[in-house]
């Protein structure tokens, strides 16, 4: 099918543009630091948006110029995209099929199999807006990036379709039409982030307003800049705006919505501007190296975020053995980002040189029936991968019933029974929560009992994990809770907005006047917060309140359910042990010493009552293959009575 020329569109051909690759470098730049977590770059997930306004603008371009020459056809434009999008994409699907079929336990498998199934149809979005969203901490889903992709090619499979029948009913009417869908999409996303910021963060409705600001670029509703000075201005206003959002966005902001409008505007300015002629932004981004990121670009984001998965769910096994032999070099953590970016640097070179582009301009380049077919069969054999996977219960028949217990803490059911004993989202809040601050009740949390002993357990994340186990294991105290996840228990920190809220409250309007028995403080306590700690001890002494510090919880490098299912599977005991991070050892060490012999207040161990020697006790039940934690550092709810009841026996904690 044919449009015929449609009066008012620009017949321009968009030439290469350095600059626009050197803009998705920063995109892929942003996400990547955003999941690696460097940079400070809290709202990096940004550089999705910055990608939506980017193909936006070249494709409504392609497509418009094609309109205005009589020569735009639907079923070529759809032989583009499938060249563009398909060869990385399933080259991907099938590499990391065949990894899952080796490495992932049977929940994740299928978990697996139904969002690869979901990417095949372009409909993944759609699968993960029902399971967890974007920001949970829980979200181990390798193929959770191609949400995007999936919104992208429902615009695309969309939107020449309403070219189509406005050039039928409306000829004279495309640009308002464009402008009306747009905002119309704006608005919507407006609202309903207000009601589920999951749904408007999935939706392609939601979305699309995105890429129709880039073709409203592409319809040339941007002016033109004929002065240096005023390009230079718009471009380097652009990018302050991307680089805010980059900087001072994170997982609590409101977005997408109205928030989102700051780093899609900030990237229109930047691809306006450079229509207009060079700037000192442009020359930045054509810089060959910075152009050669923007290359690898769709590669990149690709290969990322499974590298990334596979790095934390200790597959690399690389962290914990780096550690023992380099950490007085360079620290862990960075290590770890380092060989995170390396590797997906190295798989989006070779999809990029090997995949991309033979099938886009060598001697892979295929048209009209040969491509369609190849393309049908590549998502036949994708769809008969991932149905094995999910129909097969996650190829079960791969391991033996020890190891299927082991790997059910995995599970998301058991994932959320934990979370309900944390009282996840009434005493205990997630910091990344958009809505958290507005469900915490201090009424109910905060309630003492005249007749009980009335203590406050006061953390993060590890002190909700063991909140139950307290209040089981003391049935004569009441137990009251204020948790917010990574947040630092102390009078002054950095922390979340939330974070912030509920600790001032704590310490400057309930804990003066509302005495308590004991204050328990329990966190993931790090080098930089004992200054702090100490501060906030000396503040307890002070109002005459006794304080128990809840010190190191033993960590691993990947998820301890895993580890232990490994271990069975290839009968390697020796496997867990092998991924214990050291760096808790020592840090027990010190905070022991100056809890107990420089602040002198008591002091309660989980690492001592459960590690000795570098061996850890690893199940709270061994007949039962019952695993202490659920992930690489939080106790489940069975490994945080088993601990808890070792310390208040022990008079630890009384």
């Keep these: 099918m044919k449009v015929e020329n449609t009066k008012g569109i620009s017949d321009r051909t968009l030439g290469y543009r350095s600059d626009i690759d050197g803009l998705r470098a920063v995109a892929v730049l942003s996400v990547i630091a955003y999941h690696v977590g460097v940079l400070h770059c809290s709202g990096g997930y940004v550089g999705v948006d910055v990608f939506f306004v980017i193909s936006g603008y070249l494709i ?8 205005a020459n ?64 974007y920001f949970s901490h829980r979200n181990s889903n390798p193929l959770l990036h191609t949400w995007s992709l999936a919104v992208e090619e429902q615009f695309y499979i969309l939107f020449p379709l309403f070219l189509v029948l406005v050039r039928r009913f409306f000829p004279q009417r495309l640009r308002i ?8 999409s704006l608005l919507s996303s407006a609202i309903v982030v207000l009601i589920s910021p999951d749904t408007a963060f999935y939706m392609p409705y939601t979305r699309a307003w995105e890429l129709l600001l880039g073709t409203l670029l592409s319809l040339g509703f941007f002016p033109r800049l004929s002065r240096a000075l005023l390009r230079n201005l718009v471009a380097v206003t652009g990018l302050g705006m991307i680089f805010y959002s980059d900087l001072f966005y994170s997982p609590a902001t409101l977005f997408p919505g109205l928030s989102a409008l700051v780093p899609c505007i900030g990237s229109a300015l930047i691809i306006g501007a450079g229509e207009s002629g060079t700037s000192v932004v442009y020359s930045v981004f054509s810089w060959r190296p910075v152009v050669f990121i923007g290359l690898i670009s769709y590669s990149l984001y690709l290969w990322h975020w499974p590298v990334l998965l596979a790095n934390r769910m200790a597959i690399l096994d690389v962290n914990a053995a780096f550690e023992r032999r380099f950490s007085t070099i ?27 582009q033979p099938f886009r301009k060598g001697r892979m380049r295929l048209a009209g029936p040969r491509l369609f077919m190849l393309a049908g069969a590549t998502v036949l054999v994708c769809s008969i991968f991932s149905s094995v996977m999910v129909f097969s219960g996650g190829l079960k028949d791969r391991f033996s ?10 599970d998301t059911t058991e994932l959320r029974q934990n979370e309900e004993s944390e009282r996840l989202g009434t005493c205990f809040l997630d910091a990344d929560a958009v809505t958290g601050g507005r469900y915490f009740n201090f009424d109910f ?44 228990p102390t009078l002054h920190h950095s922390g979340s907005r939330i974070c912030r809220t509920v600790m001032d409250y704590i310490y400057q309007t309930y804990l003066p006047v509302h005495p308590v028995q004991k204050l328990l403080l329990e966190a993931l306590w790090q080098p930089e917060d004992l200054d702090e700690l100490g501060r906030t001890l000396s503040w307890a002494k002070a109002h005459g309140i006794p304080v128990v510090v809840i010190g190191e919880v033993p960590e691993y490098d990947g998820p301890l359910p895993r580890l232990l299912a490994y271990s069975i599977a290839w009968n390697d005991p020796a496997l867990p042990s092998e991924h214990l991070l050291a760096i808790d050892a020592r840090m027990e060490e010190r905070l022991r010493g100056l809890v107990l012999g420089t602040w002198h207040v008591s002091y309660a161990s989980p690492y001592a009552a459960l590690c000795h020697d570098g061996q850890c006790i690893e199940y709270a039940n061994p007949e039962r293959h019952i695993p202490l934690m659920d992930d690489s550092h939080h106790f489940n709810r069975y490994g ?10 022990e008079g630890q904690i009384r």
């Excluded at 995170?340 to 040189?353: E, R, T």
């Excluded at 945080?640 to 026996?649: C, E, N, P, S, T």
């Design 401 to 410: 019933p020890p190891v299927l217990q082991v790997a059910s803490f995995l």
């Design 70 to 133: 009589s020569r735009f056809s639907i079923v070529a434009f759809y032989e583009r995209r499938i060249r563009r999008i398909f060869p990385a994409l399933f080259a991907m699907l099938l590499t990391l099929s065949l990894f899952a079929v080796v490495f992932l336990l049977p929940s994740e498998l299928i978990d697996f199999g139904k969002t690869s199934l979901a990417s095949t149809f372009s409909s993944s979005n759609f699968y993960l807006w029902k399971q967890s969203g």
């Design 640 to 649: 945080a009575m088993f601990v808890i009841r070792r310390l208040v026996d």
């Design 445 to 488: 949390c905060l309630h003492q009992e005249p007749n009980k002993s009335n203590y406050l357990l006061l953390g993060d994340s590890h002190a909700a994990a063991i909140w139950s186990a307290l209040s089981a294991s003391m049935p004569d105290v009441n137990v009251m809770q204020a948790n917010v996840s990574a947040c630092i």
């Design 60 to 67: 409504s371009s392609i497509i418009f110029s094609e309109i």
């Design 330 to 356: 360079i620290a862990p953590g960075r290590f770890e980002h380092i060989v995170v970016i390396a590797v997906s640097l190295i798989l989006a070179i070779i999809s990029w040189k090997f995949v991309e």
């Design 177 to 184: 039409s464009v402008v009306v869908l747009f905002l119309l």
